[in-house]
Structure formats: C-alpha cells, structure tokens
C-alpha cells in the first residue's frame, strides 16, 4: 500500500468531527453500569470469612441475586496509604492485573481487627490514626481519621462486577429469543459494534465499576488528560470523564473526552487537608462526578456539624475490565499526597538540562541547508534555543531509525555541526512500522513475532504515516528489550549522542480504526486483550525508548524522551505535552490548568506547543504564548506542516525583541528550574502547582486556574485583574522583573511575581544555549517577607550524567537571609564548579545600609560595593565573585 501523504491525512483529519469518536452513552459497558443506580447494594460481605495477616486482611463479598464470590483484600501502606482490591474468587481465567506501573510491590503494615460481630468489621493502622469499617449488609468500607470519616466505598451500592462467563453456546444462541438477542447485542455484552467496526468480546463482559464518597470535599481536581478546567465538574449531564487515549487532532476546549494521555488519580481538596483515589486499571475508564450538600456527618463530626449542610463529592470509577485495585491516599496535605503518589508509581526523571532549554520545532525541516540555516537564524537574532526537531520527512519513507537520503545525505556531518554549536537534535521515533520486506526494522519483528496480532492471530495491519503498518507489542519485555536496543550508534546508522527522541502517535494512532486506534480485540503479550492493556501502550514505548538511551551510553547519561500518550508512571521516562493543540486564544488559556492538572498526576515535566500547533497565530498571541511557555516545565515551539513558518523573527523587530528577551528570561531563570526538577525528583514536588497547593487554608485560591505557582517562590498571573488581596495582605509579593512590591503590575509582559521569604537563584546572563552558560556567574534575588527574612536552596550538576546519583556529584545550597545577614551554606554533594554568585539583589529591605562586607568561611572579609533604591526598596550588592561552592556571609549594616 501507497504511503499515505501529508496532504491527504490533513485533509482527512479537518472532516474528522465528534462522530468519530464515542459519547459516553455509545460505550456499552458504561450503558451497563449505569442501570444500576444508587441505593442499597446487592453485595453483602461474608465477615466470617475473615483471615489475617502481616500482609493483608482477606473476606469473601457475595451478590444476593447471582451468588457469585469476589475477594477483597484491604492493606496498609506505610505513609498513610490504604489498598483495596476486589477479584473473582474462582474466575474461568485470570483477570487482568496492571504490571509494572508500580515501581515495586508495596510494603505493608499490619492491620488489627478490632472489631468483628454485629455486621461489623473494624480494622486499626498500627498507629491507630484511622480505621477502616466495614459493614457487612450492605457491604460498604468507610476510611476514618480520628473519628471523622474521610470517605467511603459502595456508600451509594454502585459496586459492579461482571463476573467472567463461559461463551454462550451455538444451542443456547437458537434458543434464546429475539429480544433477548437485541438486549444483549444493544448491551455489547459479547461483541459492540461502532460505526462500520465490530468488537468482538472473546472472553465476554467484564466490566468493574464502584463508588466513592467523599465527605467534606467540594473541590477535586486531576484524572488527566482533557481540555477542562482545573476543577473537575459534576457530569449529571451523563458526559463523564472519560479515560482512554485518543488521537485527536484539534481536540476541543472544555470537552471531557479523553485525549492522548491518561492518569487515573483524582484530588480531593478542603481547607488544610487533602486526600486522593489513584484506580489502578488501564483499560477504558470512565469517572461520574456529583457534588452536593448534606446534612450533618457521620462520626464525632455530626455533633459539631449539628444539620448544618456540608459538601459531599460521589466519584464513580466504571472500567471496561481488569479488577479493582484502588489506593486510597490520605495526605492530610497536598505535598502528602504527591509523595504517595510518588511512593507507587516513582518521581519524575532528572532531565538533562539542555531540556529545559528552549527547542525549536516544526513538521518539517525540510533538509540539512534548513536546518542549518535556522540554527544561524537564532544566532544572527541574538536568541538562545537547545534543540532542533526533525518530524517524520526526515525519515527514508516514513521508515524510523532511518533518514531520506536525499534530504538529509549525513545526519552525522549534520549533528557534528550542531554539536560545535554547542546543541542537540530530537527526531520522531513513531510504534508503527511500514510493512515492507525489505525494510530491516519490519522484517527482524515480523520473523520474532513482534507485533500486536489481530483476533485471528495474525499480525495486526493498519493505516498510519507509512500507509499499511505493523504495530511493535511494548508490552510485551522482550520487545521492549530488542526496540532498546534499536537506539545503539551501530544499529541506528547516522545517529550520535546528541540525538534524542520524540514518540508520537503512541495511543497508538491507526488512522482507518475504531475511533482512530487499535481494535479493542487485538491479542497482545500473554493472549491479553488490547482492551486491557490500551492506555498503557505509550507508556510502555516511552519506557524502552529511554531504557535504549541510557543503555545505548552504557549507563552513563540521562535521556530525553517525549511522548504524547502516557499512564500513571510516565514520569519516570521523560516528558509529555498537551498534543495537537490550536493557535488560537482559548488553547493558550486551557494550558495552564491542563499542564496544572498533569503537574499534580506525578508528570512535572509537561508543556503546550508555543504558538498552537494547527493553524496561524497571530503575532500578539504568539508573542503572549512565548511568554507563557517561558515559565512552564517544557518549553518547545512547534507548528504544523500547512502553518506558515514561524521562526521568533519572522514578525518585525518588535515582536523578536519580545520574543527574545522572554527567551532569555527563561535562561536566565534555570538554576532555579533545574532545582525545581531536583525537587521534583527527590520529593515529588509539582514544579508548576496551582495556588491552592501552596495557600491550603485559603478558599479563594481552590478554583483559580489563570494563576500559579513555579515552585514556592514565583507566582504567574494571565489575568489583568488580580483578585487575591489574601496574596497582598498576608504576604509580600515583589514584581520580579522591575523588582517592586505589588500591587503594582506590568501589562506589557504576562506578570511575574516572586513571594516574599524566598531566595530565587538566576544566572547573570543568557547564552547562546545552556552548554554556553556553564561557567557564566549567579545572583540570588531576595525577597523579604514580613519578618525581613528568606530562604532558598540551589541544586546543581553535570546536568547530563548518572553522576549525581551513583556518586553524589552534586552541589546542593542553602541560602538564608534573616537579621540582616545573607549566608551560604552546604547542605549535601561534592560536585566542583568554579562559577561565583556575582549579584545579589534584597528586595524590601527597609532603609539604606550604612555599610556591607562578606565574610568567606576562612574569616576573609571584605567590603562590598552596593546601591540603595529607595523607591523600591532595593538593595543591590554588586561585584561579589563569591565562590558558589563555598560558604560564605553577607553582612548589611
């Protein structure tokens, strides 16, 4: 088959529209589960079932009408986690059971039963800060907090289990009625049929579905991803939140389809405490949310409530298979919960430092001459950038690991040029691969068997890039090991190690299919259905594709990786962005909570392609987004192959002068970033967090999602007005570029704001690319809060080695400025640098100094030259050249 052309694929995806894909009530395990509604549950727990051990607490539940048997099993996580998870008892087969999401099996703590009679069970943590009841008829399990219950499962009776079956028999078929056939064909009990495509449901219905109450919370956030807000609305319309990775080009605003990627973690949020729900299945998902006010609360909370109405949010998870293994993560605090989080699923990579860079890309460069030429462009323009991007034109025919060897004759000459220059090159690496014999990638995985089969046991064909295409079984070890291997400087002829890569079209994306994916039907490693295994098949790819890097090194540097389809745990391989999105205002607007959202699923590394991907931005917005995109994780320009070209000087000087300083305003920014990263990487701290997560207690923040937070200490504003007169009240906030307390705002730049009590650490100056800027000189801003004291910390590195973590190469400080005095001190690491702090700027100190000397930690001491602006209230010390890896004090008098 013919390749499939630019051309005819942009043209096909403009007639796309919604008919393409699902809405909710077309998807027929969810018609199923939701004729069961709310009210008492058929399930009743067996509570003299009841067995105990280091490990878990074990029962049996049974439903009233069918009989059928399921087993819980309830254990405690150390650090305030709790699991559940509910399986046949006697299935005909095994179920389906998520692998290697988790970074290791969980460790657990015993439970205590301190109460089992009267339909009653009732189970202690080992230090007794909650218990878990379980009542038995109706089966629910409440989870309290010293007396308070925080939640509770099955409290709604929408627990649902489709136990497995055998296949109705060719008798049992004639003997059944035709009403009987249309209800279970309208039902998709045994096959579903969409548009012209038939699911056929070999191992029959299996869905599982249950409910969660959370009392007191009106405000939850995250299940990545979708173009919504960042709170997550009530779904009473029967458009539920949908959970199966898509490609949708130009996808739309506040729409709850599921896109690209998926992460099933909600957040729920009141004042001072947060909790979370992490469900733990990859098959399709579907979440219902209802939030409402009831009357008082269960436990010593109803004698404070007195009838007084209170928030309760019900979440209803509803998966197409598997089981139901859920966490429940009981914070109390939102950073609690990340670390949980974390603590399941693993903290996001380091990133090498050339990627927090600027990088520039589009579909396509068309050749060696241009790319070359738009690497002297950024030169000639004075503006830094890291990487430049080649999409699939690169390639010899749409065939990966290749090159077209007319438009790109050396890729090697070609990256050497690029190395001089101290930058990097990322290209495309999509899962299909052309069925073409002669095609070596093709040939090697059609002999070892590694492709996705189809249900008849053949190898899965379908219409992607390439035209007719095979797709590699990432799920399968053995496939991932030998598509590693694929990235070794042997293998990948023309490739060295400055090249890193991009997965795409990873949902994966099959052009002629149901809903422009695989068939549900598909058979993958171990026989398991692609049904059970679809919102983790980009994961999977990512996964191999940085095992390849990093073994392709020998072990010794980080990779970088994209990809648009992720799960839970894609931090741990790289990065991830919002996808196809539109030039266009409103996708500007939605990127914040959507990169927000991702932020608080675990995946800090998360950006939207400045400029919009799909059409022509014009210069306002494309100068609006490049100031956005300067202060989120990843920062990458991008356009489609029917955009205009939009290199930063192709709209007039003024624009490029914008363009550029928000550029350089990113790379003078990164000593901070990177220690964001580090944070992010050793605590699970979001780099990019809503103002809620930093103000817990405060109401007005919940909702606000045209705001955020870079850490702890800079705060973003996209709205002209600024509504939080908490933020001015109770704390300080300085202009971080003109270095004034507010309220004073800056319209011509979206406003950047740094808090007071925190030391930001910058680089002096931006150069050409971040390899440029190694030795160049520090400053610290310092912004005072109400007690004229701050504290800040920077980490640093190689920024590219494993260095860091085998053998504690690494510069961690810890700055601190309180009764006057600035001081430096080493808080872990021996890395050695020779950079020096150069500047420091104290904003809101409240007089002039008399004098100013810094003190070395071998008593050296000298003077300091400084300015006072009393305008502003800032203090400037200049010509410091105090060593960086070094402790040292810096006294105002």
């Known amino acids: 088959m013919e390749a499939v052309t630019p051309r005819e694929v942009s043209v096909q995806d403009e007639a796309v529209d919604k008919s393409t894909f699902k809405k909710c009530n077309q998807i027929a395990f969810y018609r199923r589960q939701k004729l069961l509604h709310p009210g008492k549950s058929s399930y009743r727990a067996l509570l003299e079932s009841v067995t105990l051990s280091d490990e878990n607490v074990k029962f049996q539940i049974i439903h009233e009408e069918n009989k059928v048997l399921l087993q819980v099993e309830i254990c405690e996580i150390e650090g305030n986690i709790f699991r559940l998870k509910i399986d046949e008892a006697s299935p005909l087969r095994a179920r389906y059971k998520v692998r290697d999401v988790l970074i290791k099996e969980p460790t657990t703590q015993r439970l205590f039963i301190s109460q089992n009679e009267g339909g009653i069970l009732v189970l202690s943590s080992v230090n007794e800060d909650y218990k878990l009841q379980v009542i038995a008829n109706p089966f629910q399990v409440e989870l309290q907090s010293k007396g308070e219950t925080i939640l509770s499962m099955n409290s709604n009776g929408l627990l649902y289990f489709e136990h497995l079956q055998p296949k ?82 130009g996808h739309k605003i506040h729409d709850k389809i599921g896109i690209y990627g998926s992460v099933p973690l909600l957040l729920a949020h009141k004042p001072n405490r947060t909790s979370g729900i992490f469900w733990l299945n990859s098959s399709e998902t579907l979440v219902d949310i209802s939030t409402k006010a009831v009357h008082g609360l269960s436990g010593s909370a109803a004698e404070t409530a007195k009838q007084k109405a209170v928030p309760l949010t019900d979440v209803r998870w509803m998966s197409e298979s598997g089981i139901i293994d859920v966490f429940l993560l009981m914070g109390p605090t939102a950073f609690d919960v990340f670390k949980q989080f974390a603590q399941l ?48 034109e690169h390639t010899d025919g749409k065939r990966y690991f290749t090159w077209d060897k007319k438009k790109f004759q050396n890729p090697r000459k070609m990256q050497e040029h690029l190395r001089k220059k101290k930058r990097k090159l990322v290209i495309i690496v999509d899962p299909h691969i052309k069925v073409d014999p002669k095609y070596t990638l093709y040939s090697q995985a059609k002999d070892k068997g590694y492709f996705v089969k189809d249900r008849n046991g053949q190898d899965f064909e379908g219409i992607c890039w390439p035209g007719s295409s095979c797709y590699l079984d990432f799920t399968n070890p053995e496939v991932r090991k030998w598509y590693a291997d694929q990235f070794a400087f042997k293998t990948y002829k023309g490739s060295t190690n400055i090249l890193f890569v991009w997965n795409d079209m990873n949902e994966p994306s099959v052009f002629k299919g149901a809903e422009l994916t695989m068939q549900k039907d598909a058979v993958h490693y ?13 994961f999977y790819q990512q996964m191999a594709t940085a095992e390849g890097l990093i073994k392709r090194s020998s072990g010794k540097e980080r990779p970088f990786v994209l990809t648009r389809s992720f799960f839970a745990g894609s931090q741990k391989y790289g990065a991830v962005w919002t996808g196809d999105n539109t030039a266009d205002w409103s996708y500007l607007k939605i990127s914040i909570p959507m990169l927000l959202t991702n932020s608080m699923a675990g995946i800090s590394f998360c950006g939207a392609d400045v400029g919009g991907f799909i059409g022509d931005p014009e210069p306002e917005l494309l100068v609006r987004w490049y100031q956005a995109g300067a202060y989120q994780p990843f920062f990458r320009g991008h356009s489609n192959m029917e955009s205009k070209r939009r290199e930063p000087w192709l709209f007039g000087e003024k624009n490029t002068q914008i363009i550029r300083e928000a550029i350089k305003e990113r790379y003078v920014l990164l000593p901070y970033l990177y ?54 009240s109770k704390l300080n906030f300085y202009d971080q570029r003109i270095r004034t307390i507010l309220p004073w705002l800056c319209f011509l730049q979206i406003p950047v704001f740094q808090r007071g009590g925190t030391v930001i650490p910058l680089k002096t100056t931006a150069g050409k690319s971040t390899e440029w800027m190694v030795d160049t000189s520090y400053e610290l801003h310092v912004a005072l809060d109400t007690e004229a004291s701050a504290i800040g910390e920077l980490y640093l590195d190689d920024g590219h080695s494993f260095q860091y973590l085998h053998k504690k190469q690494f510069l961690y400080r810890k700055f601190t400025f309180h009764k006057s005095i600035l001081s430096s001190r080493d808080e872990s690491g021996q890395y050695q640098t020779m ?31 400084f300015t006072y602006d009393t305008k502003t209230s800032a203090l400037t010390l200049e010509n410091l050249a105090l060593s960086l890896a070094a402790d040292w004090k810096i006294c105002v008098n």
């Open 168 to 249: 109705p028999t060719a008798e049992n078929e004639e003997a059944a009625s035709d009403s009987s056939k249309e209800t279970q064909e309208d039902l998709g009990l045994w096959q579903e049929k969409f548009g012209s495509f038939l699911d056929i449901k070999a191992h029959g219905p299996s869905s599982v579905g249950v409910d969660f109450s959370l009392r007191g919370y009106d405000h939850v956030y995250g299940i990545p991803q979708h173009t919504e807000g960042l709170l997550l609305k009530n779904t009473s319309d029967g458009d539920a939140y949908r959970l199966y990775n898509l490609d949708i080009f």
């Open 345 to 392: 699923t693993g903290t996001q990579a380091l990133p090498p430092l050339f990627s927090l860079g600027y990088h520039q890309c589009r579909w396509n460069y068309e050749d060696e001459q241009d790319v070359k030429a738009v690497d002297a462009g950024f030169d000639e323009h004075d503006i830094p950038y890291d990487v430049i991007w080649l999409d699939i």
């Open 526 to 538: 171990n026989n398991w259905e692609h049904r059970e295994v679809h919102n983790l098949y980009g």
């Open 675 to 728: 220690t964001l990263f580090y944070r992010a990487h050793t605590a699970a701290e979001p780099v990019m967090r809503p103002l809620w997560v930093e103000f817990p207690g405060n109401i007005e923040t919940f909702g606000v999602e045209n705001e955020y937070m870079l850490g702890k200490s800079s705060f973003l504003s996209f709205d002209k007005s600024y509504p939080f007169s908490y933020l001015c």
């Open 835 to 865: 950079c020096v702090v150069e500047r420091v700027i104290v904003l809101g100190f409240g007089h002039q100094p008399t004098f100013v000397t810094a003190c070395s930690k071998d008593g050296k001491e000298k003077e300091v030259v």
